[in-house]
Nanobody
Framework: QVQLVESGGGLVQAGGSLRLSCAAS????????MGWFRQAPGKERDFVAA????????YYADSVKGRFTISGDNAKNTVYLQMNSLKPEDTAVYYC?????????????????WGQGTQVTVSS
């Protein structure tokens, strides 16, 4: 059974930074595409960023490109999301997800495993 546990969320002022972590257990980290999604109240779950199995490719939503960076540490079985220059519109619950599929996808329902989420709140 694959388990994903997020951490690192919190309250930060606009312009600040946070680093989210997603610790994976029950599978080899490099066997999955790992993604981050977010969901604000009353809105759909949106793609934020993803990293390929090899770690050689990364993908970002236009809204976070240049501000967020996804990375992985295979030795620790952990994926990170470094978030800089945060804006109030980044406020959401952030979820880590793992996809067994070969091709990259931004579609939430195609991801097979999900963490419980961590709240990120950016004050203006």
């Amino acid at each position: 059974q694959v388990q994903l546990v997020e951490s690192g969320g919190g309250l930060v002022q606009a312009g600040g930074s946070l680093r989210l972590s997603c610790a994976a257990s029950g599978h080899t980290f490099s066997s999955y595409t790992m993604g981050w999604f977010r969901q604000a109240p009353g809105k759909e779950r949106d793609f934020v960023a993803a990293i390929s199995r090899s770690g050689g490719s990364t993908y970002y939503a236009d809204s976070v490109k240049g501000r967020f960076t996804i990375s992985g540490d295979n030795a620790k079985n952990t994926v990170y999301l470094q978030m800089n220059s945060l804006k109030p519109e980044d406020t959401a619950v952030y979820y880590c997800a793992a996809d067994r599929g070969v091709l990259f996808t931004r579609t939430p329902w195609k991801y097979d495993y999900w963490g419980q989420g961590t709240q990120v709140t950016v004050s203006s």
